[in-house]
């Protein structure tokens, strides 16, 4: 990604200075504010959570959600290992409730199903995170607030409906891919069986 940006930020100069070199200089001083401004409004919103998430990890509270979603996910990503389950309950109650501090459950879950061998676990996670659905969309109402927004919660709803939609069409278009890829599998081993 460090590429991509690097080269869209190279393009974008090269052709900013050809057709208008006078603009280049603001250009380039405007975009270092507004990243510096977006920084440091996103690190005040991730030092809260990240607060909160600690103070409702000490209190119980995400341990109790946790708890909760522990059944589901041991049928959801069908495993038996209670470390993985453990983690992952954890990292999706800390990303339902918005406490931004949901990535290390994340490692932690796959790294016990890397021992287990179990990559549809894994890699369902994986969809779930970067489908992104959260009851509390903090940093977007933060971001929104940063930049001035009169009323930063009102992307509540809209966000709530358009993650639960992504989340849903992300976890079936993957189980579908599975599924095709299953069946794939076994008519290649099929005809391995039959050509020996």
């Known amino acids: ?3 991509v940006f690097t080269a869209i930020f190279i393009i974008s100069a090269v052709l900013l200075c050809f057709a208008a070199p006078e603009k280049f200089l603001t250009a380039l ?3 270092a504010r507004t990243a510096a401004a977006v920084c440091l409004t996103l690190f005040c ?3 809260v959570w990240m607060g909160l998430a600690a103070v409702a990890e ?3 509270i995400t341990r109790g959600a946790a708890k909760l979603l522990r059944p589901a996910c041991r049928k959801i ?3 038996d290992s209670d470390a993985a389950c453990e983690a992952a309950a954890m990292n ?3 990303d339902l409730l918005g406490a931004g501090a949901s990535t290390p459950f994340a490692v932690k879950a796959i790294g016990e199903w890397e021992k287990e061998k179990n990559g549809y676990a894994q890699k369902l996670l994986f969809v779930i995170n970067a489908a992104g659905f959260q009851i509390v969309p903090s940093t977007v109402i933060a971001l929104r607030a940063g930049a001035g927004s009169a009323a930063a919660a009102d992307i509540f709803l809209p966000s709530l409906i358009c993650s639960a939609i992504s989340l849903v069409l992300s976890v079936t278009a993957f189980a579908v891919s599975e599924r095709i890829c299953r069946a794939w599998r076994g008519r290649k081993k099929k005809r ?3 050509g020996a």
């Open 92 to 94: 999706l109650a800390c």
């Open 45 to 47: 919103v991730y030092a």
């Open 1 to 3: 990604m460090n590429g």
């Open 58 to 60: 000490e209190c119980g």
């Open 29 to 31: 001083m405007d975009g």
């Open 192 to 194: 391995k069986r039959g």
């Open 77 to 79: 990503f069908k495993t």
